[in-house]
């Protein structure tokens, strides 16, 4: 007696490193529960593969060579909010998971982590769950959900190329209270340094803020 063929997830793959996308098609391929239904190297031509080839996952870079992937994320699950989409990205974890969430994505993974992490947060999605880093799960690492209003706009302003004086301006606000939101911003976020302050910043600007 012939054994059932089993259903495999259809995953679309957005990558616009071709060498890490053959990567993550190769690997997703080698599990028995998914194949890859199409893949992409830039965000236009994804609302268009997820018509016509129907995915339940797709693993998105943030940073592609034609715009941001957040928009992508936001365009496509407006139309198929079925979607199960794990965000895998070099961008810092403490600034974008959280958004991402936001938008609708299901995981977010940072790309020096194992590949077989790939296949265990596809995994816990298509099983109706979720993947994300601790800071968004629940647990006490630092990200940019925890700023205050104004410490999000000092933030902006710092991710804008903005120094003290200029930001204190623009908010009206004095050149210490200024410093204070800054320390207080570098204390949230988890960094010591002023240039890692402004690494972050203008890496969240960059990504569609």
Same mark, same amino acid.
């Given at each position: %007696? @012939?054994? !059932?063929?089993?259903? =495999?997830?259809?995953?679309?793959?957005?990558?616009? #490193?071709?060498?890490?996308?053959?990567?993550?098609?190769?690997?997703? @391929?080698?599990?028995?529960?998914? %194949?890859?239904?199409? &893949?992409?190297? /830039?965000?236009?031509?994804?609302?268009?593969?997820?018509?016509?080839?129907?995915?339940?996952? %797709?693993?998105?870079?943030?940073?592609?060579?034609?715009?941001?992937?957040?928009?992508?994320?936001? &365009?496509?699950?407006?139309?198929?909010? #079925?979607?199960?989409?794990?965000?895998?990205? %070099?961008?810092?974890?403490?600034?974008?998971?959280?958004?991402?969430?936001?938008?609708?994505?299901?995981?977010?993974?940072? =790309? &020096?982590?194992?590949?077989? /992490?790939?296949?265990?947060?596809?995994?816990?999605?298509?099983?109706?769950?979720?993947? +994300?880093?601790?800071?968004?799960?629940?647990?006490?690492? !630092?990200?940019?959900? @925890?700023?205050? !209003?104004?410490?999000?706009?000092? +933030?902006?302003?710092?991710?804008?190329?903005? !120094?003290?004086?200029?930001?204190?301006? =623009?908010?009206?606000?004095?050149?210490?209270?200024?410093?204070?939101?800054?320390?207080?911003?570098? =204390?949230?976020?988890?960094?010591?340094?002023? #240039? &890692?302050?402004?690494?972050?910043?203008?890496?969240?600007?960059?990504?569609?803020?």
């Amino acid at each position: %007696m @012939n054994q !059932p063929v089993p259903i =495999k997830d259809r995953v679309l793959v957005v990558d616009d #490193h071709p060498l890490v996308r053959l990567g993550l098609v190769q690997l997703i @391929n080698q599990h028995p529960a998914f %194949m890859v239904c199409a &893949e992409t190297g /830039t965000g236009a031509e994804v609302p268009g593969l997820v018509q016509r080839e129907d995915p339940d996952l %797709m693993v998105l870079d943030l940073t592609l060579s034609d715009g941001s992937g957040l928009g992508v994320l936001r &365009e496509v699950l407006a139309v198929a909010p #079925h979607l199960g989409v794990l965000v895998v990205s %070099m961008l810092d974890a403490r600034v974008y998971a959280e958004r991402c969430r936001q938008a609708g994505a299901r995981g977010y993974l940072a =790309k &020096e982590g194992a590949p077989t /992490t790939v296949l265990e947060a596809l995994g816990a999605i298509a099983g109706g769950g979720t993947w +994300f880093p601790d800071a968004i799960a629940g647990g006490d690492k !630092p990200s940019v959900a @925890n700023l205050s !209003p104004r410490e999000l706009e000092v +933030f902006d302003l710092v991710g804008r190329g903005l !120094p003290t004086r200029a930001i204190a301006d =623009k908010l009206g606000l004095s050149d210490k209270t200024v410093e204070a939101h800054k320390a207080n911003l570098k =204390k949230k976020l988890g960094v010591h340094h002023a #240039h &890692e302050l402004v690494r972050l910043a203008i890496g969240w600007k960059e990504g569609g803020a």
